[in-house]
């Protein structure tokens, strides 16, 4: 993962309420939500879920799938590990320190 990609996405998930949707999205795994069932569970307008999605896609952390009428939306776990692993790349001096993120996550 280059470093303006790291950047993009740290400051997608730098705002309280992006956060609080990927985290959701990372919760519900595979099945993803649509935007009412995240409305609903945040308690957040349309128009401002909609322009935090926005973000969250365009910094490839956020997938979107169109599902006949409905929209989907599912975490990208890839770009996720990815992000993680460059975090974590150089820690405890190179050694293996925790568990892959990538094992939790498939």
Not at 47 to 62: D, I
Not at 72 to 84: F, G, K, P, S, V
Request: proline share 4%; glycine share 8%.
């Amino acid at each position: 993962m280059d470093e303006s990609a790291v950047v993009k996405a740290l400051a997608a998930l730098a705002q309280p309420l992006r956060l609080q949707v990927f985290r959701a999205l990372v919760v519900v795994g595979d099945a993803g939500l649509t935007p009412g069932a995240i409305q609903e569970g945040l308690g957040v307008a349309p128009a401002t879920l909609s322009f935090h999605l926005k973000e969250l896609v365009n910094a490839g952390l956020v997938t979107q799938e169109r599902a006949s009428r409905n929209l989907i939306y599912r975490a990208h776990y890839a770009q996720m590990n990815d992000l993680l692993g460059y975090l974590t790349e150089n820690c405890c001096q190179g050694s293996a320190c925790t568990p892959s993120a990538a094992a939790c996550c498939r």
